[in-house]
């Protein structure tokens, strides 16, 4: 029975009205707060106890860069927030394939980072089956920290540096910055010597991490005059190394890799530690000429692990 109260207002709108009561698209849990025991490890299709009734989740880690890759739970238009009470940084993953279809995050191509004392609010759209965010991406101000190496100088360059940033030439290469003060486009070549290279980077102490929780990210805009081939042959690498110009392959870094007889001639990424290599195909090639440019983008998380 339906009864006018302090919730419920009928009105009478005249002989013979209809009153339709109509299904609820979208589910709110309100009030349902729950705080999951510490993770201990990365996290997929999470499901904690309580979820269920949950409109709040306070969670916590026990390690910076937690990984959680889908939440269980998703009904149509469903809203849930994600509060870090911990001390370390929590990263949910975008579109994993470590969680199942229908608990991932879909956030636009972008993992999403959790500071600690930050909270994320989720909705969950029935239609791609997919938790997407409400939360107002502050991604440059929160979570990264991205140095702008101020360029300002023309012409060959040697191996001189310029303040935070240098266009250094070594072994028969050269280098060269165009462009006004402070902005502007550098280049460099092997020439044709067979032993030829030149790099474009930071010194040492350039880069400082504001914080144990900040996550590093590197973007280079390239374009390749000519591609590499079986008679004009040499390599690329763009991203974080620990040599500016190392014979060969430096010991540690994470970076874009390019040569014309590797994967076809796409890009790789790699990551090295110690000497030892693990390598991602891309299957995307250099652009080339002067008309377009190609983003090649880093990100590397406070511990380092990721």
Not at 54 to 62: E, K, N, P, Q
Not at 145 to 160: K, W
Request: net charge neutral; hydrophobic share 35%.
């Amino acid at each position: 029975m339906l009864s006018a109260g302090a919730n419920v207002k009928l009105t009478d709108g005249g002989a013979n009205s209809t009153l339709t009561i109509a299904a609820l698209s979208e589910k709110f849990v309100t009030g349902g707060v729950i705080s999951p025991s510490q993770l201990t490890g990365n996290q997929n299709d999470w499901s904690p106890a309580g979820l269920s009734t949950a409109s709040v989740i306070r969670l916590s880690t026990d390690a910076t860069f937690r990984i959680i890759t889908g939440l269980d739970g998703g009904e149509p238009g469903r809203r849930i927030t994600l509060t870090n009470v911990g001390s370390y940084t929590v990263m949910l993953k975008d579109e994993s394939a470590s969680s199942t279809s229908g608990n991932r995050f879909s956030f636009d191509v972008q993992d999403w980072f959790i500071l600690p004392g930050r909270s994320v609010e989720l909705i969950y759209d029935a239609t791609l089956a997919v938790w997407r965010t409400l939360t107002a991406f502050d991604y440059f101000n929160d979570y990264v920290l991205t140095a702008q190496f101020r360029h300002g100088v023309a012409g060959a360059t040697a191996t001189g540096t310029n303040g935070d940033y240098f266009v250094k030439a070594n072994s028969g290469g050269s280098g060269s910055g165009s462009g006004a003060s402070p902005w502007g486009l550098s280049g460099i070549t092997t020439s044709s010597s067979a032993t030829g290279k030149g790099s474009i980077g930071a010194p040492t102490g350039a880069m400082v991490r504001s914080t144990n929780n900040t996550y590093l990210r590197y973007t280079s805009t390239v374009s390749l005059d000519n591609l590499s081939d079986g008679t004009n042959t040499y390599n690329v690498r763009c991203g974080w190394m620990d040599a500016s110009n190392p014979t060969g392959e430096p010991s540690n870094g994470v970076y874009f890799r390019y040569t014309h007889g590797t994967n076809s001639g796409n890009w790789q990424f790699v990551a090295r530690s110690g000497g030892t290599e693990t390598v991602i195909n891309t299957g995307t090639a250099p652009i080339t000429g002067t008309t377009a440019m190609q983003a090649l983008i880093v990100a590397i998380s406070p511990a380092g692990t990721a």
